[in-house]
């Protein structure tokens, strides 16, 4: 647990002294009593319930603890609702991914594992749909409709050439489409098959003061892919635009690390997952790297991803939480005296 004003802590000191406070008001109360009261009070007296007597006091005592204590502002890690809005799923199509290592392929692991991904992520939540090999692009702007997201997902086609970089400068300008960032040649429209331009330089977005990495908490990019970049812009540069608006970027990594697997065709396709790039991508903007080598694996790994995505741990503050307990106990309090005596304790 955390403080933002942890130089009034001081007045937790407070604490102790209230009860001593209310037993020498009592002790003067009772005194006053002896003196005053006649035989038809201390009868009267004498049949309450003494214990309900100090019931509102105690609710109060305890609520300015409580009072004092979120003075100070605490804060410490809750595990709440996800409240991000937006996924963006960027997928690798290169022409690797037909191979047979991952059964049935690939591509066909990947597929299943989004599309269940999708079956199970909230309805809230939109989402966005990247492809990339040679180039990226959008072929599913983001949307609670999952339908059109399993439609886009099966009518994926591979290419040739892997252009991660390419894929997440997309990504992020899907998140942030008022950043400046190239996107003037992609259009779409109803019937239409949109058009798509390579990130082939480094794009000339607005000026953006760099956040704290993963701390966007309305998007996030996760990003598969089965090699490494062979074309486009730098992977890592990548990186640095979405840890610069806080966009975390969780990666998977499918298939082999490096080795001979078996093609579509029999033949053996010599293969190698830049596992470090990858590694580093997911470090860079706070998110994680998975590697998944079986189809079971990469459909437990996307599972654990949606699990995360509707709860997250979050430094939440604590003050406003402490401020209502403290009113509904105040409230309390003065509803058992009035119900009780009649008037306040």
């Known amino acids: 647990m955390s403080y933002l004003w942890p130089q009034l802590l001081w007045l937790m000191l407070a604490v102790p002294a209230l009860p001593l406070l209310y037993l020498w008001l009592l002790h003067r109360r009772r005194g006053r009593a002896l003196r005053y009261s006649s035989l038809e009070v201390v009868r009267a007296a004498g049949d309450q319930r003494m214990w309900r007597r100090h019931v509102p006091p105690a609710l109060l005592l305890v609520a300015c603890g409580l009072l004092l204590f979120a003075a100070a502002r605490p804060s410490m890690m809750v595990t709440l609702p996800w409240s991000r809005t937006t996924v963006v799923l960027a997928i690798d199509v290169s022409l690797s991914m037909r191979v047979s290592d991952v059964r049935p392929t690939r591509m066909a692991a990947a597929q299943e594992a989004a599309k269940r991904f999708l079956r199970e992520l909230p309805r809230n939540i939109d989402v966005a749909l990247v492809t990339f090999a040679g180039n990226a692009q959008v072929v599913q702007r983001a949307t609670s409709d999952r339908a059109a997201l399993v439609d886009a997902i099966d009518g994926i086609q591979m290419q040739y050439g892997t252009a991660i970089g ?17 996107l003037s040649e992609i259009t779409f429209g109803p019937g239409q098959k949109p058009r798509h331009r390579t990130v082939k330089e480094k794009p000339q977005a607005k000026p953006v003061t760099p956040v704290k990495p993963g701390s966007y908490q309305s998007a996030a990019i996760i990003l598969l892919s089965d090699g490494r970049r062979t ?7 990548g990186a640095k635009m979405a840890a610069d608006r806080g966009v975390r970027v969780d990666v ?15 033949l053996p396709i010599y293969m190698r997952l830049d596992e470090p790039t990858l590694q580093e991508v997911a470090r860079m903007t706070g998110g994680e790297y998975h590697h998944a080598d079986t189809a079971e694996a990469l459909r437990t790994v996307y599972e654990n991803l949606g699990a995360r995505r509707q709860t997250q741990a979050r430094d939440t503050e604590l003050a406003p939480m402490l401020a209502l307990v403290a009113a509904v106990l105040v409230l309390a309090a003065a509803s058992l005296s009035f119900a009780w005596f009649g008037r306040h304790a």
Do not use: H, K, R, Y
């Not at 894929?167 to 190239?182: C, H, K, Q, R």
């Not at 074309?231 to 540069?237: A, I, P, V």
């Not at 490096?258 to 065709?265: F, K, L, P, Q, R």
């Open 166 to 182: 390419d894929a997440i400068v997309l990504s992020v300008a899907e998140l942030f489409p008022d950043d400046g960032i190239d």
């Open 252 to 266: 998977i990594g499918l298939g082999v690390v490096e080795g001979a697997v078996s093609g579509a065709d029999g």
């Open 231 to 237: 074309t486009g812009f730098d992977t890592l540069e």
